[in-house]
């Protein structure tokens, strides 16, 4: 006989699942979308095409002023793969010596680098682009890198700050007895520990750069150093025809990258923010 808790139980997924589809059809309604013929995309609401196209990737692959999308995400590609390089390097070094060096006036710029987590970006945007455009920085990639190498992201510091704070100081001390340095504590017992946190590190600031829209229309006028997100928005003209088909289908391939990386390491990141702070 079915009891109660189990009938209860089978409605709570049902209303899971429907809860599920229906933060799902937007996405579905894209990818179903990307393969319809323009004048059906917006009259069939239907999320299996009527007719099948594929002439929305093969028009939208052309890119803009004859650079392809390949330049793209390319260029997408070396900003995120960089800037995880940065993050994951400096954040690091810089939640070690918050996390277990002692020096002068720890506690006061711990919490000036707590205070900038709360400030927003925008109101340091204008400081920022004039401060680049004095270093000759526009249209290139280094304002959306360098700040990377710098320990920018307040957020990963105290993430990792956090997840060293859980190791047992007792490794430390015990390395410092073999005659290991604060380099070595650091290389040989610290790093190899955070890999958790390093992973969600890095997914989050993939996932970001990515995804950056703001940020990459300030600093970039070049068609040629355009990324992924900017190449879909030149494919939208509010003055013009808008080819719908071709935008929707480059935004279908622009979600590949984020997928992949957060499905390979969906383990190492929910093992990241489970054990941060309470390993």
């Given amino acids: 006989m079915i009891t109660k808790s189990t009938y209860a139980n089978g409605v709570k997924h049902l209303i899971i699942i429907a809860i599920g589809l229906v933060m799902?059809?937007?996405?579905?309604?894209?990818?179903?979308?990307s393969f319809k013929p323009n004048n059906l995309i917006f009259s069939d609401t239907t999320l299996w095409p009527k007719e099948f196209t594929l002439t929305n990737y093969i028009n939208g692959w052309k890119g803009l002023q004859g650079i392809s999308f390949l330049r793209f995400f390319t260029n997408s590609a070396?900003?995120?793969?960089?800037?995880?390089?940065?993050?994951?390097?400096?954040c690091s070094l810089?939640?070690?010596?918050?996390?277990?060096?002692?020096?002068?006036?720890?506690?006061?710029w711990f919490s000036m680098m707590l205070v900038t987590i709360m400030l927003p970006y925008h109101v340091t945007l204008v400081p920022q682009y004039i401060l680049y455009k004095n270093f000759e920085w526009i249209n290139t990639y280094l304002p959306l890198i360098v700040p990377k190498w710098l320990a920018h992201d307040s957020f990963f510091i105290?993430?990792?700050v956090q997840f060293i704070r859980g190791i047992p100081k007792e490794l430390d001390e015990s390395a410092t007895i073999d005659g290991c340095g604060e380099g070595q504590i650091y290389w040989k017992i610290i790093l190899p520990l955070l890999v958790p946190a390093l992973i969600t590190t890095a997914i989050f600031t993939f996932i970001w750069t990515w995804?950056?829209?703001?940020?990459?229309?300030?600093?970039l006028?070049?068609?040629?150093?355009?990324?992924?997100?900017?190449?879909?928005?030149?494919?939208?003209?509010?003055?013009?025809?808008?080819?719908?088909?071709?935008?929707?289908?480059?935004?279908?391939?622009?979600l590949i990258p984020i997928m992949t990386i957060f499905l390979t390491f969906q383990r190492y990141f929910l093992d990241g923010i489970a054990t941060t702070g309470i390993k």
């Fill in 94 to 108: 810089a939640a070690f010596a918050f996390a277990r060096l002692d020096f002068k006036y720890k506690k006061l």
């Fill in 221 to 254: 006028n070049n068609v040629k150093l355009f990324t992924v997100q900017l190449g879909i928005r030149s494919l939208f003209d509010p003055a013009g025809e808008s080819d719908w088909g071709a935008l929707l289908a480059m935004s279908v391939l622009s």
């Fill in 24 to 33: 799902m059809y937007p996405v579905l309604w894209l990818l179903s979308s």
């Fill in 158 to 160: 105290l993430l990792m």
């Fill in 78 to 90: 070396q900003i995120s793969v960089m800037s995880v390089l940065g993050n994951v390097i400096t």
């Fill in 211 to 219: 995804d950056d829209f703001f940020s990459q229309m300030i600093y």
